[in-house]
T-cell receptor, first 113, second 109 residues
Framework: GAVVSQHPSWVICKSGTSVKIECRSL??????MFWYRQFPKQSLMLMAT?????????EQGVEKDKFLINHASLTLSTLTVTSAHPEDSSFYIC?????????FGSGTRLTVV | GIQVEQSPPDLILQEGANSTLRCNFS?????LQWFHQNPWGQLINLFY???GTKQNGRLSATTVATERYSLLYISSSQTTDSGVYFC???????????FGTGTRLQVTL
């Protein structure tokens, strides 16, 4: 079945630094990938849709300059949290559509101190 | 955008009990999936079920697309069933998924 690999699983960074999260589709090509954010005990909220070879489409209220998304190939999308602050601490999850619906990465728990 | 409500929000069961989780959505959908989020955050795809009924072991799901709801049945619950169950929908087959509010399930001994 479809597998999406996400790295790192967790990261702690200092306030003001940038963090990059990678999302790879291992056994299928994904022209579109999706990035979600989940705060504790809440549902997943879509941040942006990542399109291979073009600019990402951001949801209302998501800062484009803070959450940089790059989808350079059919199997890799990256999310960079720039100038991270404690309020950016959250669980970030990517997904891609394969056979049988959408498949999700294992998530990245970001803590900004 | 499409609204997705799940009920109940919280559920506590004794091991061995059965339960039904409900997902209501506000508009027509071409894609509906049920997920189980384990304590480590991993989303496990349970069913891809835009319509009809499917079964997988102790779990089964039914979606009545014309009435805009889906049900997830868990029979003979086990402690490993604990976690959060989400339904997620999209209006098109390649559109973004909108997640429901979730049902937090705790199965006790």
């Amino acid at each position: 079945g479809a597998v999406v690999s996400q790295h790192p699983s967790w990261v702690i960074c200092k306030s003001g630094t940038s963090v990059k999260i990678e999302c790879r589709s291992l056994d299928f090509q994904a022209t579109t990938m999706f990035w979600y954010r989940q705060f504790p005990k809440q549902s997943l909220m879509l941040m942006a849709t990542s399109n291979e070879g073009s600019k990402a489409t951001y949801e209302q209220g998501v800062e484009k300059d803070k959450f940089l998304i790059n989808h350079a190939s059919l199997t890799l999308s990256t999310l960079t949290v720039t100038s991270a602050h404690p309020e950016d601490s959250s669980f970030y999850i990517c997904s891609a559509r394969g056979q049988g619906g959408y498949t999700f990465g294992s998530g990245t728990r970001l803590t900004v101190v | 955008g499409i609204q997705v409500e799940q009920s109940p929000p919280d559920l506590i069961l004794q091991e061995g009990a059965n339960s039904t989780l409900r997902c209501n959505f506000s508009d027509s959908v071409n894609n509906l999936q049920w997920f189980h989020q384990n304590p480590w955050g991993q989303l496990i795809n349970l069913f891809y079920i835009p319509s009809g009924t499917k079964q997988n072991g102790r779990l089964s799901a039914t979606t009545v697309a014309t009435e805009r709801y889906s049900l997830l049945y868990i029979s003979s619950s086990q402690t490993t069933d604990s976690g959060v169950y989400f339904c997620a929908v999209s209006p098109g087959t390649a559109s973004k998924l909108t997640f429901g509010t979730g049902t937090r399930l705790q199965v006790t001994l």
